[in-house]
């Protein structure tokens, strides 16, 4: 059974076969791809082949969740959302509470929907899907939406309680299990940045769950906001894992549910670290223009409330849209106002601490990608590579020294040894770029992060394309055929 759709008055998919032609694979691939995506999720009446995809390519509809499935392939293969609709394809229609980001921003629908996605999450666990209902949103069907977030909660209840709600039972969380509570979240957080998003991932939906059930129970309404809280930063956690793993409509969804908790919880400095995880997934999907929009989200959301470190992060944020926009001079002012608002913080007082990642080695960092993005959109400029060499070189050199700490940024350290052999291929010093990611090739294997893997993988691909006759880089590549080998399942490749 294919599970496809009649094929009256067909007239060839041309879009979908523009997608199809560009991504370089034969048919066959496309079947097996679309037949072992189809079996991780549970369908497996599907069963494609290549002349199933020949007739999809003539015009033949295919029923969910084929569309869904197509969407996705190609959306990682081409490191952008590509939508059902950009394939030429029929979308199913489906409820907002299952699949969209436009959610009820009220708090006992949000307790609600928190509590039925981890909890399919739990049971599924599938590769960015859950069940066959998931799917990416971008441009006004993401922005317009989060913009709601601004819009202040109705008076007089608690943000933990449904009013008239007689049957929730009372509350039997202490001041001691609260304080537990949070501090499993911080401590989730310093796991995820030694040891990647694979390796704990479950554990936060797990620990999510049980705070949604929490909810559901009578408190006061500083205890209630506190659980929001407690469930706003596990739900972005989360989504950063998700993400971090190459689980994009997962990771969106949970984003989006963080921000509708901390709404809940009045805490809008946290739900502009919210958009800014957003913003950079957006950034990673080739979607610059929807980063800027939801960081601006988040700095005039957060304007009167945010931290000088959190104001400096977003204004690092928003010079990576920038860059991967085009616009250096935009680019060059976010970069200084970073810069700026950095030098006026203090030792971390008054941080919470999903901020205090964000650290010199990461402002640096942040700079340095800001630069190395705007020489790749400038045509492989060496100015902007040039640019961005003393502040990679800074991070490098300030992540080596945490790395060495225990509770140091594994994953960052990676990311940016990874960076400046970027940033050597850019000044075509292929033998220096091969130095750096062999260093990180170790580091790449010890977390579980497709982030770290596929860039990794495209640096050295690029260099293999570029200096292919250079020993060094010869090497290097046929050590990562053996210690890092592509699975064929990971997330979309984007530097």
């Not at 922005?143 to 309680?161: D, F, K, N, V």
């Not at 989006?256 to 800014?276: M, T, W």
């Amino acid at each position: 059974m294919s599970g496809t759709g009649g094929s009256a008055d067909k007239r060839p998919n041309e879009q979908l076969g523009s997608w199809f032609v560009r991504s370089g694979w034969s048919k066959g691939e496309l079947a097996r791809q679309v037949n072992r995506r189809a079996r991780q999720i549970g369908a497996h009446h599907i069963s494609t082949d290549t002349s199933r995809v020949r007739r999809w390519l003539d015009g033949e509809q295919p029923r969910e969740p084929i569309p869904r499935i197509l969407s996705e392939l190609f959306s990682e293969r081409f490191g952008c959302v590509v939508g059902v609709e950009d394939l030429g394809l029929r979308p199913v229609h489906q409820s907002p509470s299952v699949s969209g980001v436009d959610l009820p921003w009220a708090g006992p629908q949000t307790v609600s929907l928190l509590s039925e996605f981890s909890r399919s999450d739990l049971m599924l666990a599938r590769r960015g899907f859950l069940g066959t209902s998931l799917a990416l949103a971008a441009g006004p069907a993401l922005i317009e939406p989060m913009q709601r977030w601004l819009t202040p909660l109705p008076t007089g209840g608690q943000p933990s309680q449904a009013d008239g709600d007689r049957s929730r039972r009372s509350s039997r969380l202490s001041r001691p299990e609260l304080e537990l509570l949070e501090a499993t979240a911080v401590m989730f957080r310093k796991w995820d940045a030694q040891c990647g998003g694979g390796l704990r991932r479950k554990a936060v939906v797990g620990q999510l769950h049980e705070v949604t059930d929490l909810l559901q129970e009578n408190h006061s309404e500083a205890s209630g906001k506190r659980l929001f809280t407690v469930a706003a930063e596990l739900a972005e956690l989360a989504g950063w894992m998700s993400y971090d793993i190459g689980m994009h409509p997962t990771a969106q969804k949970y984003f989006v549910l963080a921000l509708h908790a901390a709404k809940e919880a009045g805490d809008r400095p946290l739900g502009s670290y919210i958009l800014s995880s957003m913003s950079r997934q957006m950034i990673h999907l080739g979607r610059p223009d929807d980063a800027l929009e939801l960081i601006h989200l988040a700095q005039y959301g957060s304007q009167q409330s945010a931290t000088p470190r959190t104001q400096a992060m977003l204004y690092a944020m928003e010079a990576r849209a920038y860059a991967n926009m085009g616009q250096p001079n935009k680019c060059h002012r976010a970069v200084r106002l970073a810069e700026d608002a950095f030098s006026d913080c203090a030792r971390g007082d008054g941080d919470p601490d999903w901020i205090r990642f964000f650290s010199e080695a990461e402002l640096n960092a942040e700079n340095a990608h800001s630069y190395r993005d705007l020489a790749y959109v400038a045509g492989r400029s060496p100015t902007y590579a040039e640019r961005a060499t003393p502040y990679m070189r800074r991070a490098v050199e300030l992540f080596a020294e945490e790395a060495e700490q225990e509770d140091g940024h594994t994953r960052s350290y990676a990311l940016n040894l990874i960076g400046m052999a970027t940033v050597h291929l850019l000044q075509r010093e292929p033998e220096q770029s091969a130095q750096l990611a062999e260093k990180a090739l170790p580091f790449a294997k010890r977390v579980r992060s497709e982030r770290v893997n596929n860039r990794l993988r495209k640096t050295v691909d690029t260099a293999v394309r570029d200096f292919g006759d250079v020993p060094a880089v010869a090497q290097l590549h046929e050590q990562l055929m053996v210690q890092l080998p592509d699975s064929g399942e990971g997330a979309a490749r984007a530097v």
